[in-house]
């Protein structure tokens, strides 16, 4: 599980790896908290001695608690804050190209996501070096624990447990084949990190009441203050997306636990979740409602644009999303996501023109008439309140045969480019 590029990937915007897996495909970073105290750090080292047999202690623990064999044993990396953040960045940086991110953060600006001077590369960066305890590489078979005394307190042990569930999964459901970064799918991704860290985070829940004294219970309130207003400074997008799958993604979890242990969360990986809503809506899971295939040819629309004007590749919002962006432009936290709440599928087309125009087209499929119109009244505020022109307008489906109308977005860097996209789109659709 890559977090560097998933996390990105996560955010819709095509920012993992392009064609397949790579090596930052496994890596798993998680926003536990930091350590707070801050001595001269260590040389990165293997724990030795009393130490290493703690960690074999947790490992046990982990393994008599999750309910699945541990093929291999790994003792962690431990790093001081500031050598895992740089093994990030260089990681993050090596799977994304500087168009890779241009593409993102023009999308996400263009969507209201984020300041019109904000880096995103500089943002998820920062938020990941002042948020990321620990992460596992199933690629090398790796974990690294930050701490920066080279101790093991409770933060550490907290992450190394979460982590080493990681390994579990990993060895009984390999971590790389559950495609957390395929282009295009970044709703899907995100729900299907969501499973991977909600596993791991009802999993770390348990340990904790089992294993825990209090007074180190005590010890894991004491965040950084700094770290806590950093993330707290974040833009939503980033915020919320990085935080998705361990909340969400425990809430889902602990519905299947619920009905049937750890048995039926490792069903799970043999039906992976498909979108965020089965995430956000475990009876949908359940009932195996699959996300509507929406249609939407970028490249197509890039040449009806004109000379000058290009595609980049194409992206599925998803339920939380859509429910992130809504709430971010004008409309209140629980009508954004009543509104989101009856999607059926959604694409996503980011369009770059001549002279730093641009323009994006965002078609949604919706289960109801009524789900319809609840968003389209959200987007139509939202739309309004965008830096650039923008609309949403209802569309007849493309599929015919009674399915509900479609709601589409579109948005342009002026009202002019606006005026023609309308022809361009409207022109395009069956």
């Known amino acids: 599980m890559n977090r560097p590029a998933v996390a990105l990937a996560a955010l819709v915007f095509m920012l993992a790896a392009c064609g397949g897996a790579s090596p930052s495909t496994s890596r798993s970073p998680d926003a536990s908290p930091a350590p707070t105290s801050a001595p001269t750090p260590p040389p990165s080292a293997a724990p030795t001695g009393d130490v290493a047999a703690l960690y074999r202690e947790i490992e046990d623990q982990v393994i008599a608690e999750r309910g699945l064999p541990a093929k291999e044993r790994i003792e962690p990396t431990v790093l001081p804050q500031d050598e895992a953040k740089a093994r990030l960045k260089a990681q993050f940086e090596k799977d994304n190209p500087p168009d890779k991110i241009a593409v993102a953060e023009e999308t996400l600006k263009a969507l209201g996501l984020l300041p019109a001077d904000a880096s995103l590369n500089t943002l998820y960066v920062d938020m990941l070096g002042s948020q990321v305890a620990g992460f596992f590489d199933p690629a090398t078979r790796e974990i690294v624990v930050v701490s920066q005394s080279g101790a093991i307190g409770a933060v550490e042990k907290v992450t190394f447990a979460h982590e080493f569930t990681h390994v579990l999964q990993d060895q009984a459901f390999g971590l790389q084949g559950i495609d957390v970064d395929a282009v295009g799918q970044g709703d899907r991704s995100l729900g299907r990190l969501a499973l991977v860290e909600g596993d791991a985070t009802l999993m770390l829940t348990r340990w904790l009441a089992e294993h825990l004294p209090p007074a180190e219970l005590g010890e894991l309130l004491k965040v950084d203050p700094e770290a806590q207003a950093q993330l707290a400074r974040m833009p939503a997008i980033l915020r919320e997306t990085l935080m998705f799958p361990y909340q969400q993604g425990f809430t889902f979890v602990n519905s299947l636990w619920s009905r049937g242990g750890w048995q039926a969360v490792d069903r799970a990986y043999g039906r992976l979740p498909d979108s965020t809503e089965q995430v956000l809506h475990p009876a949908k899971y359940e009932a195996r409602e ?141």
Do not use: C, I
Request: aromatic letters at 8%; zero cysteines; glycine letters at 12%.
């Open 290 to 430: 699959m996300p509507v295939e929406v249609t939407l040819d970028a490249g197509a629309l890039a040449k009806a644009m004109g000379a000058g004007w290009s595609a980049t590749p194409e992206d599925t919002l998803g339920e939380f999303q859509l429910s992130v962006w809504l709430r971010e432009n004008g409309v209140k936290a629980l009508p954004a996501g009543d509104a989101a709440a009856g999607w059926g599928g959604d694409r996503l087309a980011y369009l770059r023109g001549p002279n730093g125009a641009y323009a994006l087209a965002l078609v949604t499929a919706w289960d109801s008439a009524g789900d319809v119109s609840e968003f389209l009244a959200a987007a139509k505020t939202a739309a309004s309140n965008l830096p650039g022109s923008a609309e949403a307008r209802v569309v007849p489906a493309a599929a015919g045969g009674g399915s509900p109308d479609r709601v589409v977005v579109l948005v342009a860097s002026d009202a002019a480019t606006l005026d023609f996209m309308r022809g361009v789109f409207l022109d395009a659709r069956p």
